[in-house]
């Protein structure tokens, strides 16, 4: 199975690229070894550079006439399980977060979600509420273990990022509860298109 680490914030001067850096290391340190559940991959929505919604077919439909929503709708589809890296603005979740989930449909279907949010004090809690509401609506499932970044920028030195312990077990609770979930909803996934 593929788990697929989503970059969701593409402004200038963002941090999510460092802060999947570490959850990347952490996921695959935890998933080593010839038993591991997922092959682990990364995908910057920044690079997948998706404008405002601009296909002229509804998503259910998967009639993609734009390179870029076929970039992305290959990598969604390719996915068992995603693991959001989700920072909170104004107190949501972010407009390229809520722009890339609304250009599919089907190949949302049946898989399990995860979120490393990140922010203030809040750690971009009220930024997952919101985007598992979105992804909720998509047949998606939002699992309840995450792990929570408040503060992120005192954890930052020299672009890297250094997690405290709660936010390393936190890793790998949610790892090993993903993998349970992807498992479970294999079934779903492979009759999703029939």
Known sequence: MQLNIVITSTRPGRVGPTVAD??????????????????????????????????????????????????WSAAVAAS???????????????????????????EWRYKPAGFVSYGGISGG?????TAKLLLAGLSVMPIPEQVIIPNVFAQIHEGVFTANDAQNQSVQMMVDELARWAGALAPLRSTAGE
Do not use: C
Not at 81 to 106: C, G, H, I, K, R
């Open 125 to 129: 809690l009220r930024s997952t509420q």
């Open 22 to 71: 570490w959850f990347a290391k952490a996921a695959r340190a935890h998933l080593s070894g010839p038993d591991a559940a997922f092959d682990v991959v990364v995908t910057d929505l920044a690079e997948i550079d998706l404008p405002l919604f601009d296909e002229p077919h509804h998503p259910r439909l998967q009639k993609y006439e734009k390179e870029h929503t076929k970039r």
């Open 80 to 106: 068992d399980a995603f693991v959001f890296v989700l920072p909170e603005y104004n107190f949501t979740a972010p407009p390229s977060f809520v722009n890339a989930v609304d250009y599919l449909l089907m």
